[in-house]
């Protein structure tokens, strides 16, 4: 039988522990209050940043895991209690600084993806999490926001149920599929409408923007709105290094609608990487033939307009439908579909279209 394990060996082990909501240390986070070693069983009290933390089972999993692996060791107790006031003000000070900036300005790492259209229902939302999967799963670390504040969709879309919680006063983004995300779905109860005005629109987008834990990732992408309204400008006020993805349908009609969002970005001096074509084709399950549906060859005529490259020809396919309504995206629920092949191309392709000046200074 090993010797029972050190004290100090323990804290290391949990040293290695993450929260999986902030990704740092739980040690450096502050929420290991006590470790007792009695021979071989190990005590580990542990301090959540909030009493009903979803994450609970997770993070006690971990600490076992953990500390269960040292040698000696044969059990772990794990205890959970809440830090005080005091306590997550330290962790959120320790987390932002005592002043917090937008943390999206000129000179971040981060690239912000505005995602766009003039009219709704061409697949913005779909898109948009189809994206932030598939450059999580090409090993990116992204962010979804989604600043559809009236029509949220990202929760059901990305089978999120669980409300965001707060550390002190800084939200936590909420974690699905390798993306963390934020949406006022995540802090009003399913259903209920939203009937915040214009200047209570802005102030929730800044506490979108400022008031959330985003921790610096590679990539932010944001579900905007139907239109070309209110959100765009708040948006590039508070996202001044953001670029413009514009989805649009093969229909001339609907790409004269995206051309208006295309304005909208002129007008807001913000570039446009390039456009996204969705619902272009259809692939007959049975035989592979490729259907043209509908004609027009909007995104690339509109891609032809403004100078940019069309990213991706995503095909009309009921899967695109059905995994979101299902709460996993179609690139992670059918990876081999059509539709989710486009999408993991398109998402490669907006990748090297956006201008990447930020990470190349870091
Ligand atoms: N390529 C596709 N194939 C099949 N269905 C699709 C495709 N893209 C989107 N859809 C479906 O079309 C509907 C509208 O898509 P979505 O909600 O993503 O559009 P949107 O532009 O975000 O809409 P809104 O303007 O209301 O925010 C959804 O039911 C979605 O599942
Ligand atoms: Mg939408």
Known sequence: MSAAPTREAVVAALRGVHDPELHRSIVDLGMVGSVEVRGDRVQVGIRLTIAGCPLKAEI????????????????????????????????????????????????????VIGVASGKGG?????????????????????????????????????????????????????????VRMMSIGFLTEEDSPVIWRGPMLHKALTSFITEVWWDDPDYLLVDLPPGTGDVALSLA???????????????????????????????????????????????????????????????????????????GRIPLEPAVASAGDAGLPVVASHPESPAARALEDAARAVAAAVPREALAAN
């Open 237 to 311: 006020s508070l996202l001044p290094t953001s670029s413009f993805v514009i989805v649009t349908t093969p229909q001339l009609a609907a790409q004269r609608v995206a051309r208006r969002a295309a304005a909208m970005a002129a007008r807001v001096n913000l570039p446009v990487a390039g456009v996204i074509e969705n619902m272009s084709y259809f692939v007959a399950p049975d035989t592979g033939a490729r259907y043209e549906v509908f004609s027009g060859g909007g995104g690339a005529a509109l891609a032809n307009e403004l100078g940019v490259p069309l990213l």
């Open 60 to 111: 006690q999993r971990r600490v076992v895991e953990a500390v269960g692996g040292l040698a000696g060791v044969e059990a772990v107790q794990v205890t959970m209690d809440a830090m005080s006031d005091e306590q997550r003000r330290a962790l959120r000070e320790g987390l932002t600084g005592p002043d917090r900036p937008s943390p999206f300005r000129e000179g971040s790492r981060t690239t």
């Open 122 to 178: 061409v697949g913005k939302s779909s898109i948009t999490a189809n994206l932030a999967l598939a450059l999580a799963r090409d090993g990116a670390t992204v962010g979804l926001l989604d600043a559809d504040v009236y029509g949220y969709s990202i929760p059901r879309m990305m089978g999120v149920t669980r409300p965001a919680v707060s550390v002190d006063d800084l939200m936590m983004p909420v974690e699905a599929h390798g």
